[in-house]
């Protein structure tokens, strides 16, 4: 059933409605909103969408999600050109660059491997970062994958593909929490930060 | 319709934003899927992987719906074996080959036995190759499939069964089989019992025997290959010279 007299309107609800967080309804608020501020909001929205469709694009060095091929992290030349933190996405790139306490460069997979899903090696941008690994001035790959069967099943294999390169790899450390309480923790997250116990 | 069971999640898949539909090894109702609020939840999150232990609560209208369920995880489950990439394959492939071959809904107790037993040989990084082939070997039996490893199919014997018969699944022992070996699968000594012992060659040998048992009356059927986790598994198992 359509949701306003106008196609238009429809159309606009209907793809904001396949938006993370947004359903029918919520699309229905946004669109109104939309509406209503014309010239603030909708505008602006519409150009800046625009301009994203037409110009970001995945980096070719790290893929990264930019403007610019090699994107800023890949061009910018204060950073630390001897670290390459893999991430599974470019969510987790960004969740990375957050923090600001990463100064090197990246590289994004493009998933995991997933034997349930079908997904292999080929699907993944693994023979890149091999390359990368071999001819660049890199000296240690950061595995940030994430701690689950398959995020550590994708590290395990790029630790055997990376180890013909002579290229340091190391992952990120698995634990508690900053701000995390044992007694909210599940029982693996304890076992595992028991294990990588250090000196207090 | 309403239970609560021990079980082992085989696999998890997103659902909308936050929830996820997860298949489930239950210890008296076989494998079950069941829709799980709030997946995508930190809290959730670690122990919705193959292979967790669980005890869940399952709750549905009517006995054909899809149910919703509740998990409380057991135990420390798969984070366990993050620091040992063959035994996490070997979980991976073990979640993969039950979740493909066991019908839904139909209680196989043995074979939530049989992954138990195979999740705490996974500690054990010389034994669990061998055990992951009595799980398979397991699951055949459970399925109705089960090698008849007992006595010769030629001749009766209990003695020097070193042969299994490609079609039957029977043990074929080595003076009988001796004119067609070529066409015999080999039986490694582990899977006649405990006291076999294991040898060079014999996990891949098993690998052989229950993967053309497993295509040939489980997977075969439903037109589907062996699933890639498996294949996978045989791979890493040969890299590492294990096989």
Redesign the interface.
């Known amino acids: 059933m359509p949701a306003s007299a106008s196609p238009e309107i429809d159309r606009l609800i209907g793809l904001l409605a396949k938006l993370?967080?947004m359903g029918p309804r919520s699309a229905r608020r946004a669109a109104l909103a939309l509406l209503k501020r014309r010239e603030q909001l909708m505008q602006p929205l519409a150009e800046a969408l625009s301009a994203a469709a037409e110009k970001v694009k995945p980096c070719s060095t790290c893929g990264a999600l930019d403007t610019r091929d090699p994107c800023a992290i890949c061009a910018d030349p204060t950073r630390d050109r001897t670290l390459i933190c893999v991430v599974e996405e470019v969510g987790a790139l960004w969740a990375m660059e957050r923090g600001g306490a990463y100064r090197g460069l990246y590289h994004v997979l493009g998933g995991l491997l997933s034997?349930?899903d079908?997904m292999?090696p080929d699907q993944l941008r693994i023979g890149e970062l091999t390359a990368r690994a071999r001819q660049g001035e890199a000296r240690e790959a950061i595995l940030a994958l994430p701690?689950?069967?398959d995020g550590?099943?994708t590290a395990?294999?790029l630790a055997?593909r990376l180890a013909p390169s002579g290229v340091q790899v190391t992952s990120l450390a698995?634990g508690v929490p900053v701000g995390g309480e044992l007694d909210?923790l599940?029982?693996?997250?304890i076992?595992?930060a028991l294990r990588a116990r250090r000196p207090a | 319709m309403e239970w609560s069971d021990d079980a082992y999640v085989l696999s998890a898949r997103a659902y909308g934003e936050t929830g996820a539909i997860v298949e489930l090894l239950t210890e008296t109702r076989g494998r079950f899927a069941a829709h799980v609020a709030g997946a995508a939840s930190r809290r959730m999150k670690p122990f919705l992987q193959p292979g967790a232990r669980v005890v869940a609560q399952y709750r549905a209208r009517t006995s054909a719906n899809l149910g919703s369920a509740q998990l409380e995880p057991v135990g420390e489950g798969p984070a366990a074996l993050f620091d040992d990439p063959l035994a996490l394959t070997g979980l991976a492939a073990a979640a993969a080959v039950a979740a493909g071959a066991l019908p839904e809904r139909e209680p196989h107790p043995g074979a939530f036995l049989a992954f138990e037993a195979l999740s705490s040989a996974f500690a054990l990084p010389d034994v669990w190759p061998a055990v992951y082939v009595r799980f398979e070997a397991g699951l055949l039996d459970e399925l109705g499939f089960g090698l008849d490893l007992a006595r010769c199919a030629a001749t009766g014997g209990t003695e020097d069964l070193v042969y299994v018969s490609p079609r039957t699944g029977r043990a074929v022992s080595r003076a009988a089989g001796e004119a067609y070996r070529d066409k015999l699968l080999k039986l490694p000594p582990f899977l006649l019992g405990a006291q076999g012992g294991l040898g060079e060659g014999d996990v891949g040998r098993g690998l052989e025997l229950t993967g053309h048992f497993l295509a040939l009356n489980v997977f075969g059927p439903l037109n589907r290959p062996l699933p890639p986790a498996r294949v996978w598994l045989i791979e890493r198992l040969a890299a590492a010279g294990r096989l």
Not at chain 1, 186 to 189: A, I, K, N, V
Request: net charge negative.
């Open positions: 993370p967080g034997a349930l079908g292999g701690a689950t069967v550590q099943t395990h294999y055997e698995r909210w599940d029982d693996g997250t076992a595992q």
